[in-house]
């Protein structure tokens, strides 16, 4: 059952998601050449904390650190460790707060320095495409008119859509009915509402969309073990459209 969030709701999740937004901007100034990932770790622990969140992954299903960190073929769920960015490198990095008992969640991808023609176009298809799944956020729509949008931009730029993990609907939990494919004919699905709230992912890799996960239990590489990038806002449905709870 798909939950409906009220205006007070949704401006709970617009809290949790600034602070999301605010993580999401200091790791630009973080993401160098050089740096570890469980810097970038600490780093958006501290300043979840210091603004009275609580990381949502940290603990979550025995995930043991507060933000993902994915390095080029790694999807999503990468572990910060003692890893060292590389220049070259694209990382992206997944947050999730949660703040006043409401759930916000995005993911961005950044280059390290100075990266690959081949990379620095996955990362604009993959934000590209989750802007054209954003502006089917519209009442009356139906839910796979997202996922047909996303699918579409990344093909026509010559990458896949990874189907094997998908956007999700949040809240009070972090995940939440409905799924959210990423690939899939339009027209389908349950009618938009106003007051549904998506977490809206496309992942993207430069090669097959096959993906594997690693012996850890929760690292996700692509099989090929080419780039991959990952994009994700909190969106809910208002009056008017859209409205990104994630944006800095």
Wanted: negative net charge; aromatic residues 4%; glycine residues 10%.
């Amino acid at each position: 059952m798909i939950v409906l969030k009220s205006t007070d709701e949704i401006a709970k999740m617009a809290g949790a998601g600034k602070v999301v937004a605010e993580v999401l901007e200091l790791m630009l100034e973080e993401v160098k050449p050089g740096t570890r990932t469980s810097h970038l770790d600490l780093v958006a622990e501290e300043h979840i904390r210091s603004r009275k969140g609580v990381p949502a992954f940290l603990g979550y299903n025995g995930f043991p650190k507060s933000i993902c960190t994915s390095i080029n073929d790694v999807v999503v769920h990468g572990i910060p460790d003692a890893t060292t960015l590389r220049e070259g490198d694209i990382i992206g990095i997944d947050v999730g707060v949660i703040l006043d008992g409401y759930v916000a969640d995005a993911a961005r991808t950044y280059a390290v320095g100075k990266v690959s023609e081949q990379a620095r176009r996955i990362m604009q298809a993959t934000e590209k495409s989750l802007k054209a799944g954003i502006e089917m956020c519209r009442t009356g729509k139906h839910l796979t008119d997202i996922s047909h949008a996303i699918q579409t931009v990344v093909e026509d730029a010559g990458f896949s859509v990874v189907v094997q993990f998908v956007g999700h609907g949040i809240g009070k939990q972090m995940h939440e009915e409905p799924q959210i494919p990423n690939f899939g004919p339009p027209g389908r699905g349950p009618k938009l509402e106003e007051g549904m709230v998506f977490a809206i992912e496309p992942m993207v890799n430069a090669g097959t969309y096959e993906v594997e996960v690693m012996e850890d239990g929760w690292t996700v590489r692509t099989r090929d073990r080419k780039l991959s990038a990952h994009w994700e806002h909190t969106v809910a449905l208002v009056s008017d459209g859209a409205r990104i709870l994630t944006l800095p």
